[in-house]
């Protein structure tokens, strides 16, 4: 049987072949199935001649042929055939085969997928098609739509990158700022995506989580100064080390304070925590530098009883300070209550119960029930538990949380 090609590899070289066809010959949406295509032909070919000594270059070359291909069979031929037979005016292209090993597109495709004209569904759709090189049906399963529902996203979202006129280049000065930060939160999503699904029956999908670690480390390899890129990468790997812990056998939840923390992934937990401790001293802490260090309080602290609550306080009203975002104030609820007692978390949660962006949130009554229950008041956190299971959305959240109050009811 022949050797399979490693789909670390392929997954890799996507985007840098795709900038690569981008760059030469512009039409984004046709230029990224011309690379799907020349994906696929790379997984029938390799496995029985072989990988070429240069696979980026073969990639581009195949890319390419391909493309000619589809701009021939579309309408007004001639006109298409002189857009391929010239050089875009301002992104000239060395020859397939001899582009700098240096001249990684993948951060100018990042951009153009978070394009700010793209709904952030959109956007995540068309990162993980184009710069992750998961096909159309991976990502609706992994967003449990359908795959034609998917289809018309990405489709939708090729036209809409098109009829922005956006060039195939790296923005400049305060909009390459503002579109970092677009990227950054489309992986931010994405990953958060994957570790705590917003339906379905699982609680988290690992092959999202993966694949936003995965981009993340990209823009940290091409950005590798950004102190918030680097406290991105340190807060998905100090928060997806505890991914082992965090389901039993069944698949039930098993809140941070009752997992067993030998299973926490050490290689994440020492990286992120390197990551984030580089990131700080540099002097400009950003969101998710802030978070990350959150988490790995949490992460290096070696009992739950032993976590830092006053620091992780302190982290926590710093993000507050820095934006109004409801849920870093319920996080900072909980944290009040670990470690000034339940009666003054309670207090700061009494000012979220009217935040709309909150009111469908199963999490405000979660955290409710459970400071309630600390507080030694098992009749109200047993109907706030209630109120929270109908509220989540996946069922080992539901179960958890009619479990806990099944057990005050006994």
């Not at 153009?112 to 990162?127: G, R, V």
């Not at 098609?129 to 359908?146: D, N, Y």
Request: aromatic fraction near 4%; hydrophobic fraction near 45%.
């Amino acid at each position: 049987m022949p050797p399979s090609v490693p789909e670390d590899l392929l997954r890799e070289l996507a985007p840098q072949a795709l900038g690569a066809v981008v760059r030469r010959y512009g039409h984004f949406a046709l230029a990224e199935d011309a690379v799907q295509e020349a994906l696929l032909a790379a997984a029938t070919q390799w496995p029985e001649e072989g990988v070429p000594d240069d696979p980026r270059a073969w990639l581009i070359t195949v890319a390419a042929r391909r493309l000619t291909d589809l701009l021939r069979s579309e309408q007004a031929r001639r006109r298409r055939e002189e857009v391929v037979a010239s050089r875009r005016p301002d992104a000239p292209a060395p020859a397939a085969g001899r582009t700098p090993a240096d001249s990684d597109d993948t951060l100018i495709l990042l951009f153009m997928c978070c394009h700010p004209s793209l709904s952030p569904a959109s956007q995540i759709a068309l990162t993980l098609r184009a710069v992750g090189g998961l096909t159309t049906a991976e990502i609706a399963r992994a967003f449990l739509v359908p795959e034609a529902t998917m289809t018309r996203r990405i489709t939708r979202a090729k036209q809409r990158v098109k009829d922005s006129g956006v060039p195939f280049r790296l923005p400049r000065g305060a909009e390459r700022e503002r579109r970092l930060g677009a990227v950054l939160h489309v992986l931010y999503l994405i990953f958060n995506e994957g570790y705590a699904s917003t339906s379905g029956p699982s609680l988290h999908r690992a092959e999202l989580t993966a694949e936003a670690i995965r981009l993340t480390r990209i823009v940290h390899r091409l950005l590798p100064g950004d102190p918030e890129v680097a406290g991105l990468l340190a807060l998905m790997l100090l928060t997806d080390a505890r991914r082992p812990a965090r389901t039993g056998p069944d698949g039930a939840l098993v809140p941070m304070a009752e997992q067993d923390r030998s299973r926490w992934n050490a290689a994440f937990v020492a990286e992120g925590v390197e990551l984030v401790t580089a990131a700080l001293s540099r002097g400009r802490p950003g969101p998710y530098q802030l978070q990350a260090a959150i988490a790995a309080l949490h992460d290096e602290a070696p009992t739950a009883e032993e976590t830092d609550w006053p620091q992780i306080t302190a982290l926590y009203e710093r993000l507050m300070d820095m934006s109004d975002n409801p849920v870093v104030a319920l996080n900072h609820a909980v944290a009040v209550a670990m470690s000034r007692g339940p009666a003054a978390g309670l207090a700061r949660l009494d000012r979220l119960r009217h935040d709309t962006r909150l009111a469908d949130d199963h999490r405000l009554h979660a955290v409710r029930a459970h400071l309630l229950e600390r507080s030694g008041d098992p009749v109200a956190a047993r109907e706030a538990y209630e109120e929270a299971a109908r509220r989540a959305m996946t069922l080992p959240q539901q179960r958890y949380l009619r479990a806990r109050a099944t057990r005050l009811t006994e």
